[in-house]
């Protein structure tokens, strides 16, 4: 574990404006804002959350439905905006939340390929030195001409895990997504996310299933209701939250 | 600055991917495919040369020109602008799970339409040749113009796509909008038909400006005028400056009105 700060999170809070949902033209809006209800039920998903994780490490991030975990990530991977406070990270970011999302389903599986590369920042050029190996861990070698919409659920998210664990990015994000598949599908992802861990990148990982979490990470960050609870080494967390 | 710089040239791929994905779409299952985008104009101009022709007769000299080259610059404001302004809406899905500089959507929507333009530029082209039309070497200054546009309609296209996100009815007001626009400007009647009142109107639009300009160099052989050159480039600036403005204020908060 080297001292390089890879991903830096100050005093992080993020607010939710509930009753925005609720109107969606002008004349609501200007009556609400007249009436001054616009800002009424505040919710804040993450309330000063302040952590830093190292590279090589891998963070696990537990906690309760709702606790802001993905709210968390999301933050990191660039996605939203924090209210208050900060994050930086140091190195190229691969998300992975919700399989299939950068999709077009009209597009052909090859595709899509290259479109969900670009959408990390590859080149033409580079998927295409990539693309054997994606076909191969995906297991779709007859399938690759065939549009997106026609695929199954578990081909899809086959798809969308060998294009997002490409090459080696210095921060990968896990959301959760290492619950769809079958068992050996599941077996092979846990291989590759221990092999990207090895060759030196940076994990984190949201999972509800503590076995998972205590066979890959290494660190644990809790967060209830918006709050991080507890931070610090697998082993003794683990414990804990396991007993709550 | 440098940050957005690194950042475009990061996602320049995305930015290609984007455009490829809207025009393979656009032509997938077509039988003609891509010729449509030489077509259309083609036989839009056909109908509407008829019916002025034999229905309103209008007295001006090649008349099918005339519409042509009118039509060549409003359908891509039209389009370019239609278009970019739901590209945010449209690709939500996507911005909530992954980071995107999200200009990139409004960008490549302007780009897919520009395509669409140079094709029906070369359709304006082949018509010209086909009737012996003179192309007078007044012709080269026409990318002036057609730029000068497509930076215009990108500020548009930025404000859209932002004031889209949070209000939906613009969707439904912008074609009403863009169909009066459509009269606004001399694409169909020459401005001398124009009563007083409205001339002063139709002069104010930003399009009438580069319709007179495009139609000077393309048909009249004469240089369009500094005057015009440089309301076009002020009118230009301060739209994408406004654009992006708007666009890069309110960003952040796309995610969550989506």
Not at chain 1, 31 to 43: D, M, P, Y
Not at chain 1, 89 to 106: K, Q, R
Not at chain 2, 93 to 116: G, R
Not at chain 2, 153 to 179: C, E, N, P, Q, W
Request: proline share 3%.
């Amino acid at each position: 574990m080297s001292d390089k700060v890879m991903v830096k999170v100050e005093h992080v809070s993020m607010k939710f404006n509930l009753s925005s949902e609720k109107f969606d033209s002008f004349k609501e809006y200007v009556i609400k804002s007249l009436k001054n209800q616009v800002s009424f039920e505040e919710f804040w998903a993450l309330k000063d959350v302040s952590f830093e994780v190292m590279q090589g490490d891998a963070l696990g991030l537990i906690g309760l439905n709702g606790s802001g975990k993905s709210t968390m990530l999301k933050t990191i991977a660039g996605v939203l905006k924090p209210t208050e406070g900060s994050v930086h990270v140091n190195g190229s970011v691969a998300p992975l939340i919700e399989l299939g999302a950068g999709f077009d389903m009209d597009l052909t599986a090859r595709e899509n390929v290259f479109l969900n590369g670009a959408l990390l920042g590859h080149s033409r050029k580079e998927m295409e030195a990539f693309y054997d190996d994606i076909v191969s861990f995906s297991e779709l070698e007859n399938f690759m001409n065939v549009p997106v919409k026609n695929f199954s659920s578990g081909m899809v998210s086959r798809l969308a895990f060998s294009i997002a664990t490409i090459g080696v990015p210095d921060i990968l994000i896990v959301d959760e997504v290492l619950s769809v598949g079958d068992f050996r599908f599941q077996e092979k992802c846990e291989r590759r996310i221990q092999a990207m861990a090895d060759q030196g990148t940076t994990i984190l990982f949201v999972s509800h299933s503590i076995a998972q979490v205590k066979k890959i990470c290494d660190k644990i960050a809790w967060l209830e209701s918006g709050q991080l609870k507890r931070f610090g080494a697998a082993s003794e967390i683990c414990k804990e939250y396991e007993q709550s | 600055m440098s940050a957005y710089i690194q950042n475009f040239i990061k996602f320049q791929p995305l930015l290609g991917e984007l455009i490829a994905r809207d025009i393979k779409i656009k032509y997938r299952r077509s039988v003609l495919g891509v010729l449509w985008t030489l077509l259309n104009p083609l036989c839009m101009m056909i109908v509407l040369s008829v019916v002025f022709s034999n229905i309103f007769k209008f007295d001006i000299e090649n008349f099918p020109l005339y519409i042509l080259s009118g039509q060549l610059i409003f359908n891509f404001f039209s389009d370019a602008t239609t278009s970019s302004m739901s590209s945010i809406v449209s690709s939500a899905s996507l911005i909530k799970k992954v980071y995107v500089p999200k200009y990139l959507f409004v960008l490549s929507h302007i780009f897919s339409s520009f395509i669409n333009l140079m094709a029906s530029f070369t359709a304006l082209l082949l018509v010209m040749m086909a009737t012996r039309t003179e192309l007078h070497w007044t012709t080269l200054l026409a990318p002036v113009p057609l730029l000068l546009l497509v930076l215009f309609s990108l500020g548009v296209g930025l404000v859209l796509a932002a004031v889209t996100v949070k209000f939906r009815d613009i969707m439904h007001l912008y074609s009403v909008f863009i169909t009066a626009l459509m009269y606004l400007t001399p694409v169909i009647y020459p401005m001398a038909m124009l009563p007083e009142w409205l001339t002063g109107f139709v002069m104010l639009n930003p399009i009438t400006n580069i319709v007179l300009m495009f139609r000077n160099v393309m048909l009249y052989n004469t240089f369009f005028g500094w005057r015009s050159l440089f309301v076009a480039v002020v009118e230009t600036g301060i739209m994408l400056m406004i654009g992006f403005w708007v666009f890069y204020k309110n960003q952040d908060n796309f995610i969550l009105n989506l």
